[in-house]
Each structure stands twice: as C-alpha cells, then as structure tokens.
C-alpha cells in the first residue's frame, strides 16, 4: 500500500491519509477578520471530494495588536465563532478535517495595521520587516498566553478538530525562541529553555482550556537560516519540550527564513528539519516547502523523513491536485 493513503492516529486525532492543506494566507476575510462568503467558497473548493486528511486553516490574529495583516482572519474575540462555525461546516461536509491556525504577529507587523506600536520580546528590529517594536512586560506575556487560550477555547466552539499555535515565520514566538530578537535577561531570555517557556505557558493554557482530548499542533521555525539566529539543536531541545507539554504533532517549516529559503531547493526543502525532529520525538511530524509531485511525497514518507506531507501552493494553483494525487495512487 502507499505510504500516502496508509491512515494516521496522533492522539485524540485519527486521519484518512498522509496529505494536509499547511496555512497559507488568503487576504480574503472581511476588515474586521469575519469569516465571508468568499473565505467559505475558497475552502469549499479546496476540500472538495475530502481527499485531504486534514486542512489547516490561515494564520489568524489571537489579539489586534498581534494582526500581521489587513483582511486577515480573526479568532480575537467571540463575535467571531459563529463564521467559524460556518467555515468549520463547510469543510467537514466535503469529507476533510479541519483546523486554525493561532497566531501573534509580535513585530512581524506595522502600526497602521495594528492601530498600536507592535510588541516583541525585546527592542529590537525585526529582520524582516525592520521597525522599532516595544519590549513585551511581564503583564504584556500574561495577556497573550491568555489570548491564546481564549483563541483555542472559540477554535474548539467552532467545531474545528484541533488547533495549531504558529511558532514559525518569524512571527511572535518565533521572536520569543530566536536569539535575534529575545535579547531578554529575565526568565524569557537566554538559554533554550527559556526562550521556549512562552510556548510552554501557552501550550499549558490551551490544553486547559480545550481539554485532553481536543489535538493540539504546533508550527516550528526549525531553523532561522541565518548567522545568530535557531539552529536545528535548538529546536531538537525544543521539540522533545513540546511533546512532554501535550502537542500532538509538530509541523515543521522555517523560522525567520520564512516558509521559502533562498538556497533551498527541490520537493521537501525543510527535509533535514523534519528528518532531525522526527528522529527524537515519537509524535507525528509534518513537512512542507516545494512539494508539488506525487511520487516525491511516497518518497519523502518512504525514507522517514516526515509523517505527513503538507502541500501548499500546488494546491493554491490546482485545487483538483489531491484527487490527482490520490487516484494516481489507487490506479
């Protein structure tokens, strides 16, 4: 049998194959993050047939200062849950499951976005997006651990099947984990251990608050790609933290590189990550970057070096691409 149509168990979590529908940013909802026709359309499409186990919905603001976006898709507070309902419906009606992605922008973001100066775990510029953001108080992380929490609360209302928290692309707590831009010396700073004690508080707080059953993912910058920046040790520490916290899977992708890496190449380009995480954790791992053939994704799961294979832009530009994928299997 492929490896591609074998079924996956991760927890509370069962799945019907190995292909997932990674995050992608769709600039599609209304200026206020409310889901729209228009957001319902385009995952209906996408999940048309149910040939992807699983579908991960865009990163979605947790709090207004930490919206990346105009349009944007919101979870910030609870007049949002009853479009979500819709877009949870739409998607388990075609046969897939479904989950949000939570996120904070921190300083991956500018003030005439936001309405405020964006907040980061200390002054210092983003490597991306330049700007001068504001140091994050203690009072500042205790507010968004619990905006976190309320997100995941109203993900599990909506009636989605889990939720990821977005620790990648150098949004907030990629900034909290990456040496480039935690320069704190208070217990969020320095060492690996507590530069990930954000994503600790926030996993604890979100498992709280959506119970033991409900699966939990996470989104890990691996790597930063850049001189300073997270290297694949780091996250090695980090990912094996993460599994004793309760998450369920990790998705593995770039961190300050963003989700393309300019001297990465070929189908699987974060490989090596997902290879080096998937080797110290018993959980199941998800990879993606320029995965586009079929054949490449039996492959990459053939050689262990991923659990599940997320597809983004081949799915962007053909949405018939896993109903493609899967009968070539069966035929």
């Given at each position: 049998?492929?490896?591609?149509l074998?079924?996956?168990?991760?927890?509370?979590?069962?799945?019907?194959?190995?292909?997932?529908m990674?995050?992608?940013?769709?600039?599609?909802?209304?200026?206020?993050?409310?889901?729209?026709?228009?957001?319902?359309?385009y995952?209906?499409?996408?999940s048309?047939g149910?040939?992807?186990?699983?579908?991960?919905?865009?990163?979605?603001?947790?709090?207004?200062?930490?919206?990346?976006?105009?349009?944007?898709l919101?979870?910030?507070?609870?007049?949002m849950?009853?479009?979500?309902?819709?877009?949870?419906?739409?998607?388990?009606?075609?046969?897939?499951?479904?989950?949000?992605?939570?996120?904070?922008?921190?300083?991956?973001?500018?003030?005439?976005?936001?309405?405020?100066?964006?907040?980061?775990?200390?002054?210092?510029?983003?490597?991306?997006?330049?700007?001068m953001?504001?140091?994050?108080?203690?009072?500042?992380?205790?507010?968004?651990?619990?905006?976190?929490?309320?997100a995941?609360?109203?993900?599990?209302?909506?009636?989605?099947?889990?939720?990821?928290?977005?620790?990648a692309h150098?949004?907030?707590?990629?900034?909290?984990?990456?040496?480039?831009?935690n320069?704190?010396?208070?217990?969020?700073?320095?060492?690996?251990?507590?530069?990930?004690?954000?994503?600790?508080?926030?996993i604890?707080?979100?498992?709280?608050?959506?119970?033991?059953?409900?699966p939990?993912?996470?989104?890990l910058?691996?790597?930063?790609?850049?001189?300073?920046?997270?290297?694949?040790?780091?996250?090695?520490?980090?990912?094996?933290?993460f599994?004793?916290?309760?998450?369920?899977?990790?998705?593995?992708?770039?961190g300050?590189?963003?989700?393309?890496?300019?001297?990465?190449?070929g189908?699987?380009?974060?490989?090596?990550?997902?290879?080096?995480?998937?080797?110290?954790?018993?959980?199941?791992?998800?990879?993606?970057?320029?995965?586009?053939?079929?054949?490449?994704?039996?492959?990459?799961?053939a050689?262990?070096?991923?659990d599940?294979?997320?597809?983004?832009?081949?799915?962007?530009?053909?949405s018939?691409?896993?109903?493609?994928?899967?009968?070539?299997?069966?035929?």
């Open positions: 049998m492929s490896h591609l074998k079924p996956l168990q991760a927890g509370p979590l069962t799945l019907i194959n190995r292909l997932v990674p995050p992608m940013a769709t600039a599609k909802a209304d200026p206020n993050g409310k889901v729209n026709q228009s957001i319902l359309d995952y209906a499409e996408k048309e149910g040939y992807l186990s699983l579908i991960i919905i865009e990163h979605s603001f947790i709090k207004l200062d930490g919206k990346a976006s105009d349009l944007q919101s979870v910030s507070d609870d007049s849950v009853e479009g979500l309902k819709k877009l949870a419906e739409v998607i388990h009606r075609n046969g897939s499951k479904t989950m949000m992605q939570i996120n904070h922008a921190g300083s991956n973001t500018t003030q005439e976005i936001t309405g405020t100066t964006p907040v980061a775990p200390s002054a210092v510029s983003h490597p991306r997006r330049g700007g953001p504001n140091e994050l108080t203690r009072e500042g992380i205790a507010n968004i651990i619990s905006a976190f929490q309320n995941a609360r109203r993900t599990k209302e909506a009636g989605f099947d889990g939720v990821e928290i977005h620790s150098g949004y907030l707590l990629n900034q909290f984990f990456s040496p480039l831009t320069k704190r010396t208070d217990e969020y700073g320095g060492n690996v251990h507590n530069r990930i004690r954000l994503h600790l508080q926030v604890e707080a979100v498992r709280a608050a959506v119970g033991d059953d409900f939990i993912l996470l989104r910058g691996a790597s930063d790609f850049r001189e300073g920046g997270i290297i694949i040790e780091d996250s090695q520490v980090a990912a094996k933290e599994e004793k916290a309760g998450v369920n899977i990790l998705d593995i992708s770039g300050f590189s963003g989700y393309m890496v300019p001297d990465l190449s189908q699987g380009y974060f490989a090596p990550l997902s290879e080096a995480i998937k080797k110290i954790v018993s959980i199941p791992v998800i990879l993606t970057g320029g995965i586009t053939e079929v054949q490449a994704a039996e492959q990459l799961l050689e262990k070096k991923t599940l294979i997320g597809v983004g832009r081949a799915i962007l530009q053909n018939k691409w896993a109903e493609q994928a899967i009968n070539s299997m069966l035929n």
